[in-house]
């Protein structure tokens, strides 16, 4: 298993609140938005991204983090092996991604991703 990309999640009930200042005037793209998420990114080299969203999706909790994966199940066993606390999942969403939240060693929920 590899780690592809880790994504930071802000959860807010105003996800209109960070156009003015991420896109507008940082210059961020929309990469994704579903009404309940909207995702901010850069194609350049460095792949910055920041997400902030009203809830997780699926009426989960919005997670503290996200971290792709190339084999979700893989990291699901691991993580699952290691002992640490599945809140979700795993599950296959409608927006094209397999997932599970896990708690971190600091109660940190992390949504940890493959896309499909």
Do not use: C
């Not at 210059?27 to 194609?43: A, C, F, Q």
């Not at 809830?55 to 190339?70: L, Y």
């Not at 296959?92 to 493959?114: Q, S, T």
Request: glycine residues 10%.
């Amino acid at each position: 298993m590899k780690v592809k990309r880790i994504v930071a999640n802000i959860h807010t009930p105003n996800i209109n609140a960070a156009k003015s200042f991420y896109e507008d005037v940082l210059g961020l793209d929309v990469w994704m938005d579903h009404g309940w998420i909207t995702t901010y990114g850069s194609s350049e080299e460095m792949g910055v991204q920041i997400s902030f969203a009203s809830q997780g999706g699926s009426g989960t909790q919005t997670p503290d983090m996200s971290i792709e994966v190339d084999d979700v199940d893989e990291a699901f066993e691991r993580m699952k092996a290691a002992g640490f606390p599945i809140e979700y999942g795993p599950a296959d969403e409608p927006w094209g991604v397999r997932r599970f939240y896990v708690r971190d060693p600091f109660g940190k929920l992390v949504n940890i991703l493959a896309h499909r």
